[in-house]
């Protein structure tokens, strides 16, 4: 079990840039995948970008370009780095992370362990 919190969400600009932290509270190593969703109003949760142990990246193409992810495992911290965000980024942001996912990208719903969420607000 671990606990993840995230952190960073606020509201922002049409074109500006955020940066989303998630803590963990334990050591983050072995076989895993850590990953960043969202859930914006009225629509179901969606990948956003995705961080193994090898650091291979995943992006999803609506953000591949605009979002970068990265990790400090020294510090057990995954990064967010959002710029010119858009009021389509308006969104609950969530953090989730999956031991040994099988060669899967993204943590499984019901096999991962998943943050509260910090909330983005994007106004044009």
């Known amino acids: 079990w671990v606990q993840l919190v995230e952190s960073g969400g606020r509201s922002v600009q049409s074109g500006g840039s955020l940066t989303l932290d998630c803590a963990a509270g334990s050591k983050i190593d072995r076989t895993y995948t850590w990953a960043w969703f969202r859930q914006r109003p009225g629509k179901e949760r969606e990948g956003i970008a995705a961080?193994?142990?090898?650091?291979?990246?995943t992006y999803s193409e609506f953000v591949k370009g605009r979002f970068t992810i990265s990790q400090d495992t020294s510090k057990n911290v995954l990064t967010l780095q959002m710029r010119d965000l858009q009021p389509d980024d308006t969104a609950t942001y969530s953090c989730?992370?999956?031991?040994?996912?099988?060669?899967?990208?993204?943590?499984?719903?019901?096999?991962?362990?998943w943050g509260r969420g910090t909330h983005v607000t994007v106004s044009s």
């Open positions: 989730a992370i999956e031991w040994y996912p099988g060669g899967r990208p993204w943590p499984a719903r019901d096999l991962g362990y």
């Open positions: 961080i193994d142990n090898d650091d291979k990246t």
